[in-house]
């Protein structure tokens, strides 16, 4: 890609327009790859969270009363905007969370969100029913309100998309924040929003912390629905937040520690190619990456040497805007220490048997070497916690019940796989696996496009995907009517 030095000036979109914090206060982005200063960011106040919550409020009855065909207008409009910028959205998130411009399909999946959800509202229906005799019985799928949507960094315009659509395409107003190390792609999209020309209110889009303006949103009396993707730890201050105040509905996609069960049958270079890619995407940075893998004993040797030359030949590490990359910094220096925290502590307790360096002395960016554990104990805190980082434990197994209970012992469900030629055992292993997705020879990022994303355990609550995420933002009335009897 063409090195691009246009200045990024991002703002906020509240009631139509778009603007810095009201106070003025601004927070810096660096590009991780190089730690030179990317943009100024708007912080929004407290004002500016209220402010945008009190022009959803005013756009919904509007925006709900105008039927979900004319709403459907807005989004084909902005998906093709957001295809047509594909090449600077791509760039702005490189520079502010570090994802090679080589990986990024992000706005292409966003603008399809908004394309399925721009024809997919005809699904949403109540039903009918005669059986209560004298009266007709009917239920009606009615929008909530205005709708909060809180983001995380690692893959933020495909969440901004997947959360905005089924939310404004039911009738419902948004107040979406984006996330403090990834704003810059997201506002640009507020850009493109602006010139779409929806009704001022309907989709408005802050950018800061998650204090003051995730907080608020999270305990705010006028939002009666909030999405949330993010990691565990937040998702329980949100869960907070809406108890103690208005009991808002909440949907939360939060972290992973994602087992992949190798057994000795399986086919041991597909599986070495599609565990590495797993662990790989993003820098690691994957709620569902298979951070955990468990191999059958009898071929562990064969599997992690596999493993590894798969690991260090395609990980190609670099500035995120060379289209040669494919392995980004981490997003961040708080990113990284905290993966450098892992590795050091793994080190400690378990054996390094690749990579296990930071980079940042030689390249002055945030780069974490593709790195590989064995024989991490099970309960050592590098097995037991989210890394998010290029960072994999291989542990070894014997049994198909000494690999489930392995898998199982977590908190956290939200992505399995399972890799064995033995068809009954790929079922018996995903029916005990407690988790919220199963790939069967596959592992994630592999999804099928219309099954439902979401955990078990402290995973989340709540699932989300093309069939499922309209009626997160639904209520649902039941209506009984009497007939008169003749
Ligand atoms: P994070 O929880 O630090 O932040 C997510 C968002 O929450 C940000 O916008 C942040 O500003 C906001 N926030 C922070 N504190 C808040 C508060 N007190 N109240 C309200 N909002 C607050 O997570 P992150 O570091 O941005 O993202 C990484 C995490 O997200 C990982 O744990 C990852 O596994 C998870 N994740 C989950 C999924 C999924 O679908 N399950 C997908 C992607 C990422």
């Known amino acids: 890609m063409a090195p691009d030095n246009t200045p990024v000036r991002p703002r906020m979109l509240i009631n139509g327009e778009l603007v810095g914090a009201s106070d003025g206060k601004t927070f810096p982005i660096y590009n991780p790859a190089t730690r030179e200063l990317s943009a100024e960011v708007p912080e929004a106040s407290a004002d500016d969270t209220n402010a945008a919550v009190a022009a959803a409020k005013a756009a919904f009855p509007a925006w709900s009363a105008l039927g979900p065909a004319k709403r459907a207008g807005y989004f084909k409009k902005l998906a093709a905007l957001i295809r047509e910028h594909r090449d ?22 966003a603008a399809a969100q908004y394309d399925y959800y721009s ?6 229906q109540g039903q009918a029913s005669v059986n209560t005799p004298g009266f007709m019985t009917m239920t009606l799928r009615q929008p909530y309100g205005v709708v909060a949507c809180i983001i995380p960094w690692n893959v933020p315009v495909y969440f901004m998309a997947a959360k905005s659509a089924p939310a404004l395409i039911t009738g419902n107003t948004v107040v979406l924040k984006s996330s403090e190390k990834a704003p810059l792609a997201v506002a640009r999209i507020a850009e493109l929003v602006v010139e779409v020309g929806f009704p001022p209110g309907v989709f408005n889009i802050i950018s800061g ?70 662990i790989q995407n993003n820098s690691g ?55 450098m925290m892992y590795i050091e502590e793994g080190k400690k307790t378990g054996t390094l048997a690749m990579g296990g360096n930071g980079k940042l002395e030689d390249t002055n960016g945030f780069f974490v070497e593709p790195t590989v554990f064995v024989n991490q104990p099970e309960e050592a805190r590098i097995t037991k916690e989210e890394v998010f980082g290029p960072v994999v434990i291989i542990n070894t197994f014997e049994t198909e019940a000494e690999a ?70 639904l209520e649902t009335k039941s209506v009984i009517m009497q007939i008169d009897e003749e």
């Not at 024809?119 to 949403?124: D, F, H, K, L, T």
Request: positive net charge.
């Open 404 to 473: 489930i209970a392995k898998a199982n012992d977590t908190e956290f469900g939200l992505y399995a796989a399972v890799f064995t030629r033995d068809v009954s055992r790929a079922m018996r292993v995903a029916k005990a696996l407690e988790s919220g997705y199963v790939g069967i020879n596959c592992t994630s990022p592999m999804t099928g496009h219309d099954l439902p994303f979401g955990g078990y355990k402290g995973s989340g609550q709540g699932r989300e995907g093309l069939l499922y995420s309209m009626n997160n933002f």
């Open 285 to 339: 940075q994957v709620c569902m990456a298979n951070s955990r893998i468990y191999v059958q004993k009898s071929i562990a040797e064969k599997f992690i040497e596999a493993f590894k030359k798969e690991f260090a030949a395609n990980a190609r590490a670099g500035n995120p805007l060379d289209t040669q990359t494919n392995h980004g910094p981490q997003a961040d220096e708080v990113q990284y220490r905290n993966v």
């Open 119 to 124: 024809e997919a509202w005809p699904i949403v």
């Open 88 to 109: 600077e959205l791509a760039r702005l998130d490189a520079i502010s969370m570090g994802m090679p411009v080589s990986t990024y399909y992000y706005a292409h999946m």
């Open 209 to 278: 912390h998650g204090v003051p303006s995730g907080q608020i949103l999270s305990r705010h009396m006028d939002v009666r629905a909030l999405s949330f993707t993010g990691s565990s730890r937040t998702g329980k201050l949100i869960q907070e937040e809406a108890a103690r105040t208005n009991l808002k509905k909440v949907v939360l996609e939060l972290g992973g520690k994602s087992p992949a069960i190798v057994f000795e049958d399986a086919d041991l270079a597909k599986t070495a190619a599609k565990t590495q890619f797993s």
